[in-house]
């Protein structure tokens, strides 16, 4: 496989993984469905990365050394230093003399950081609520870990289920992130054999196969290498830069959607992640509500794999409310363990972003894209307040609504191109044929928006006084 290109072989595993899962569905025992799908990431691995193999099992290797060995009070912490260092030494192996990794052992280890912070976190918070237990602790603090963490552990894992759990074969790859608890109920499902798979898989796979189409179509004429081109700010107008940009995000973004339905097929034909209406499952975490003897019974859902919504992500207006469907997996491991357990609440946001721009690279056009992010964030939320406190008619709020939709895409197409070119010189000189305009545009609403709200308040209270009168 050595001359297959990456785009290939990453196409393969997505195809292969979705029909691998008809036949292993029906795997009788526990133990079966445990070591079958945890064998065929490990040979899948072995196949695709060879010796970058080597790279996932180390990080493993210890971290698990210090989920048996640390205390509880610094596990998470200690677990999350240890995954996002090896990130960074194995992302410059080459300065140690050693072989760069291949970009699908980098997709490996991606997920793989993801899901041993994940397990780790969740082992102390168990072993908290265990300790509470144990001493009797009865008050209401006590009972809210019970509640909370019975839905994440109901026994610890052993060093085999969290080798099993790492290198299950479903998103190994793609996402979708997935918790322990997760994994543990899908080995634990003896009705997953039987469970009613047409109806989410054809919903899947027919946005899948129009997703790909249009991105084969699109991306003949609109790519990266254009925008890094000088014809870029030599021969073309602004607005067709602007449209050229949104193009090749458009591309981008219809292959992301592939990709990641495609690996929602594959969890479903397997069966994996799937719940009772009742359970209240969410992307990322699993079930949210207490439902153990009726977690398989009635309706079932595929939503704690469902990773993407195009639709909210296309027609949401507002930047924050458009990522928070995009790698929707992500997005819920980002706010479960970075945002809520960062110590400063007034830098969570800052924390969540600067983490999430180190776990794609450190390459300065990931650290530029999301600190533009936080920017046009903070200047849509004072947008909103203005509009919020603005009397505006119906036919005008739709308008406004529309406008910015419209503008939050556009924000995000400029964002994506720093994360495209990632050199520093190529972000600056496409955001400088831009015109920068991003930037500018959020600062003034930023400044202005606060104003034009005291502005309208103090209206309106003159008008109320001089009523009064």
Known sequence: MANIPDEILYTLILISSVFVGFPLRHLKSTSGRKFTTAGLGVLTVLCVCHVDFAYSFICFV????????????????????????????????????????????????????????????????????????????????????????????????DVVDLFCYTYCYVGLFTGPFFTYRTFHDYINNS???????????????????????????????????????????????FLFRMFYVAMVFMVARFRFYSAWLAAECSCISLGFGAYAVECKARTGNGPTADANETQYVGEMTF?????????????????????RNWNKSVQWWLVTYVHRKFPIKSTRDLAVLVVSAYWHGINVGFFGAFCTMLLVSKAEDSLQK???????????????????????????????????????????????????????????????????TVKQKTNETSEEMKKKQ
């Open 191 to 237: 009705s997953v054999r039987t469970l009613p798979l047409f109806a989410p898989l054809i919903s899947r796979l027919m946005k899948l196969v129009v997703f790909v189409s249009m991105y084969f179509y699109i991306n003949k004429y609109f790519s990266v290498a254009g925008v890094k081109s000088s014809h870029f700010n030599h021969d073309y107008s």
């Open 303 to 323: 939503d704690t794999v469902a990773n993407v919504d195009p639709w909210n992500c296309e027609f949401s207006p507002t930047v924050r409310m458009k990522m």
């Open 386 to 452: 203005l509009i919020v406190n603005t009397q505006l008619p119906t036919t005008l709020k739709s308008a406004v609504h529309l406008c910015c939709m419209f503008m939050s895409m556009r924000s995000v197409d400029y964002m994506y191109i720093s994360f495209a070119v990632l050199e520093w010189e190529h972000v600056w000189r496409v955001w400088s044929c831009l015109n920068w305009w991003v930037h500018i545009s959020a600062i003034g609403l930023i400044f202005v928006c606060p104003l034009l």
């Open 62 to 157: 210890i971290n698990t050394l210090i989920i048996k060995l640390t205390h509880l009070k610094r596990l998470t912490l200690l677990s999350f230093i240890w995954c996002f260092t090896y990130l960074l030494f194995f992302r410059l192996t080459h300065l140690f003399g050693l072989p760069e990794p291949s970009r699908l052992a980098n997709a490996v280890q991606l997920i793989q950081t993801l899901k041993l912070v994940s397990v780790a976190s969740d082992i102390g918070e168990y072993r908290r609520d265990l300790y509470k237990k144990q001493a009797g602790d009865s008050s209401a603090d006590g009972k809210k870990y019970h509640q909370r963490f019975r839905l994440q552990l109901e026994v610890e894992p």
